[in-house]
């Protein structure tokens, strides 16, 4: 049963740490960069967590980092899960479960996304504003346990309006330029084709990438406020398509990785 897994996984994690986190961050493909900023006081390998799936995606570390991040108390996973593995949307997000259980109020998420706006360009930095679910599987499908959030969540805030507008601001302070954005989520992981990119602007999507989407959605099922920005790691839908690998979506985000990093722990502090 989902709850008793939590349960089992959490005394376990607390048993290892002195802290109570109270701010939880997801680093996607090539974002380790943010991991050098924080204070770190415990790691453990998912490999000796119960109930954790094993990262298996280049880019990803494979263990959760606790510590201290502009004087907060931060639990940080360095590589995540995502639906294309094979694991199922309640593998996928269980990590969120975990955080809330710990403590965590408020959940920071980061991921390399393929930019479909054409004022963006490869580099930039999008802060989410909104997303639209294309994933095949919902992560609250299934019998609701009440004690882990209601049935039907409001989704008219996924992205918490009073931290996007606090990450706007520290970026103009640090003078790193933003794009704002929806983000797309798809299983892949195929990356899109040209005209999947341009059905995907279509339908109101300016980044699109293969994860954020049911972390979030579970963070929200949680009662967690949510921060999310994409690094734009590759443009789809131009007039001449462009061919995208693995390895340039993390050399992309590689470069803008301390920026978003900067940002990223400029605002743990003011929450």
């Known amino acids: 049963m989902l709850f008793d897994k939590i349960k089992e996984t959490t005394a376990f994690i607390q048993s290892r740490i002195q802290s109570t986190p109270t701010i939880g961050i997801i680093l996607g493909s090539g974002l380790g960069e943010l991991a050098n900023a924080l204070i770190v006081e415990n790691t453990i390998p998912y490999s000796e967590i119960p109930n954790f799936p094993q990262s298996t995606v280049e880019g990803h570390a494979g263990k959760l980092l606790f510590g201290k991040l502009n004087g907060k108390d931060v639990i940080m996973m360095a590589g995540r899960f995502h639906y294309y593995e094979g694991y199922d949307m309640q593998e996928v997000t269980f990590p969120v479960r975990v955080m809330k259980a710990l403590g965590v109020q408020?959940?920071?998420?980061?991921?390399?996304?393929?930019?479909?706006?054409?004022?963006?360009?490869?580099?930039?930095?999008?802060?989410?504003?909104?997303?639209?679910?294309?994933?095949?599987?919902?992560?609250?499908?299934?019998?609701?346990?009440?004690?882990?959030?209601?049935?039907?969540?409001?989704?008219?805030?996924?992205?918490?309006?009073?931290?996007?507008?606090?990450?706007?601001?520290?970026?103009?302070?640090?003078?790193?330029?933003?794009?704002?954005?929806?983000?797309?989520?798809?299983?892949?992981?195929?990356?899109?084709?040209?005209?999947?990119?341009?059905?995907?602007?279509?339908?109101?999507?300016?980044?699109?990438?293969?994860?954020?989407v049911p972390e979030v959605i579970v963070a929200i099922h949680g009662g967690m406020k949510v921060f999310a920005a994409s690094i734009i790691t590759d443009m789809g839908g131009m007039e001449i398509p462009e061919k995208v690998s693995h390895e340039e979506v993390l050399a992309a985000a590689n470069i803008a990785a301390p920026k978003l990093s900067a940002i990223f722990t400029e605002l743990a502090g003011q929450i």
């Open 106 to 212: 408020t959940l920071m998420v980061s991921n390399a996304a393929g930019g479909m706006n054409p004022a963006f360009k490869v580099g930039d930095i999008m802060l989410i504003s909104d997303h639209i679910n294309q994933f095949p599987e919902h992560p609250l499908r299934g019998k609701n346990d009440e004690r882990l959030g209601t049935r039907f969540p409001d989704m008219s805030e996924p992205y918490c309006l009073n931290l996007f507008t606090k990450g706007l601001s520290i970026a103009a302070q640090l003078n790193i330029p933003v794009q704002q954005g929806v983000y797309i989520g798809l299983q892949g992981p195929t990356f899109e084709t040209p005209a999947e990119y341009r059905w995907l602007h279509t339908i109101g999507g300016d980044a699109v990438g293969m994860s954020t």
